[in-house]
């Protein structure tokens, strides 16, 4: 094994002993529906009672379900579920530095201390890994798919058969863990159409591999959403909200959190990538053979753009290294994949985002989050990080991004929650939670890292060895600063999660039967009713309102504490008083008749 190889093995064991650390010493669940929610599956498939209502894809719980049939605690449940987000980590990083190797087989030391670093440290995978969601494994799926295209690229007309299978396999499949996967598959298609050769071997083989998994995963949907108030879930996963944020606004806002946790240069890389893929596009020639392997330049009002893929994007029938070491057709591909894919996420979370009236909203991390490693990885493989047009398009990209959101801010907004904000947490923290300020912090930082690499780009020897090293310890450093504030969030959310759901052991113990516990909606938040049903998955849990006259299903009734909100009624007698919360447990058998 060389040099680079040990370190990077030695760089993927510490992240998965670092992880699983961090497991075992959290104490309890993110507060927040999500992570019940996606558990709640796994106590499912066990013998629990189906989830009453939630948007979650099933297949993070199945992954969960052999843990929670053997009668695993909830606590043990959530344990396991951040122990398979360790082995996540873990593997990002091997995807990463193998995604590397595939597209700049010469790549230098700089190259992978970047690449590793930011597999290791970026919050989409060093914070999110503690949050027992499957926003890791899709971090997972991008980067597979992303090396899947790449090697796709440089097989041949007659290889190759099992990358092709493989891939559409794959992207299916991702499509069971997180509904978000399905712009993965779009991407798929245009990179598929990038190499496609005459016969359309290739895209038969991607069938092949999506139609076996797409068997698979339609089955698990069909069964989750489906059956006992599958209705319910799958109203929950249309619903939206109103009033807030426009599309533009929240595109934009997207933009903005891609370039804050990496200072810009995941920018870089998307700004490659579409070169790439729009050169390959041009250049594509279905009858073009190894014999005539170097195109005419690119005409139109997209031939200024690509023009300094010149001729390192030649989709051919073989693809040797170019005289970089790169693999032309490998980018294409790869750059195919990447900026479809990311264009279709960007209209879906606009989309998706449009009606609310949170801040952060308007920069919200966590749907691009998951591209992040991946962008990085192709602006250091493709070389966009030293060519002087990506980085012009990538810098005014950030700043009118940033614009955009300035301007199209209206009216008071609610607070952020930090927990979407994973990679621009320091700066949201910096700016007291201003949008505006956050979206000048990026632009400052995309500013300063963008300008290093064009004096790297530009320059030679010394000025350009100090200007790249400049790239590597802000971006890391962004990365780490981001990393801490991130895990130290989590931790504490799980402390106080870890106190907001104790009376779960008096309800088993003084239920006496009763297969319903009631949840008061006065004063109560939502996610306390899923904390409660990931501690007892064996109950029927309905929210109620007393106020309202709503009966509650059982004597027992999760409620508010606080003197405004507290049930009317002498009689009610306070079983457990929540530490971390203000509701409790209530036995409200001498006020109300249940039913």
């Given at each position: ?29 993110v507060a927040v529906p999500d ?294 057709a490998s980018l294409a591909a ?72 300035a301007v199209t801010v209206e ?185």
């Amino acid at each position: 094994m060389s040099t680079t190889g040990r370190w990077v093995a030695a760089a993927v064991a510490a992240v998965a002993v670092a992880h699983v650390v961090a497991a075992f010493a959290q104490a309890g669940p993110v507060a927040v529906p999500d992570v019940p929610g996606y558990l709640s599956v796994a106590q499912w498939v066990a013998g629990g009672r189906p989830p009453p209502s939630f948007g979650y894809h099933p297949g993070y719980g199945l992954l969960l379900a052999p843990v929670a049939t053997l009668g695993a605690s909830a606590e043990t449940l959530h344990t396991a579920a951040l122990l398979l987000n360790a082995g996540m980590a873990a593997l990002v990083v091997v995807l990463a530095a193998a995604l590397l190797r595939s597209l700049d087989p010469s790549a230098g030391r700089v190259a992978h201390v970047l690449v590793v670093g930011v597999a290791a440290l970026h919050p989409s995978v060093s914070v999110a890994a503690q949050i027992a969601w499957p926003e890791t494994i899709l971090v997972v799926l991008v980067l597979a798919c992303t090396l899947l295209a790449a090697r796709l690229g440089r097989v041949d007309g007659s290889g190759g058969s099992g990358t092709a299978v493989a891939l559409g396999a794959v992207v299916v499949s991702g499509v069971l863990l997180h509904p978000r996967a399905a712009a993965l598959a779009v991407g798929v298609v245009a990179a598929v159409v990038v190499v496609a050769r005459p016969g359309w071997r290739r895209v038969l083989e991607v069938a092949a591999g999506a139609g076996a998994a797409g068997l698979v995963t339609v089955v698990a949907l069909a069964w989750a959403y489906t059956g006992p108030a599958g209705g319910d879930r799958v109203a929950t996963l249309v619903d939206a909200e109103q009033g807030g944020v426009g599309v533009v606004g929240a595109v934009a806002g997207q933009l903005v959190a891609l370039a804050g946790g990496t200072g810009g240069l995941a920018v870089v890389g998307l700004a490659g990538a579409a070169g790439a893929a729009f050169s390959a596009l041009q250049r594509r020639r279905p009858d073009r053979g190894p014999s005539d392997p170097t195109p005419s330049s690119p005409s139109g009002p997209l031939g200024t753009f690509v023009a300094p893929y010149g001729d390192q994007i030649v989709p051919m029938r073989t693809d040797p290294a170019g005289p970089d070491g790169r693999a032309p057709a490998s980018l294409a591909a790869t750059g195919a994949f990447l900026a479809v894919a990311i264009a279709v996420a960007l209209l879906g979370s606009g989309a998706s985002l449009a009606g609310s009236d949170r801040a952060d909203t308007f920069a919200y991390g966590r749907y691009l989050d998951p591209y992040a490693i991946a962008l990085v990885v192709f602006a250091m493989g493709s070389g966009a990080f030293r060519r002087r047009r990506e980085l012009a398009v990538a810098l005014a990209s950030v700043v009118a991004a940033g614009a955009l959101v300035a301007v199209t801010v209206e009216g008071d907004l609610r607070a952020p929650l930090r927990i979407m904000v994973l990679a621009t947490d320091p700066l949201w923290q910096l700016a007291d939670g201003r949008l505006v300020g956050v979206a000048l912090g990026v632009a400052v930082l995309s500013g300063v890292v963008i300008g290093c690499a064009w004096v790297a780009a530009r320059a030679s020897g010394t000025a350009s060895r100090v200007a790249t090293a400049m790239v590597v310890v802000i971006v890391l450093g962004l990365a780490m600063t981001a990393t801490v504030t991130g895990q130290r969030h989590v931790a504490a959310v799980g402390e106080v999660a870890a106190g907001q759901a104790t009376g779960a052991a008096v309800v088993a113990a003084e239920s006496s039967g009763a297969m319903c516990l009631a949840h008061d909606r006065g004063g109560v938040p939502s996610y306390a009713l899923w904390l409660y049903r990931l501690a007892l998955p064996d109950l029927e849990h309905r929210r109620v309102s007393l106020a309202d006259g709503d009966r509650p299903c059982s004597p027992l009734v999760v409620a508010s504490t606080r003197a405004d909100h507290r049930p009317g009624c002498a009689e009610a007698e306070l079983l457990v008083d929540e530490p971390q919360g203000s509701w409790g447990v209530w036995d409200l058998s001498g006020c109300v008749v249940h039913g």
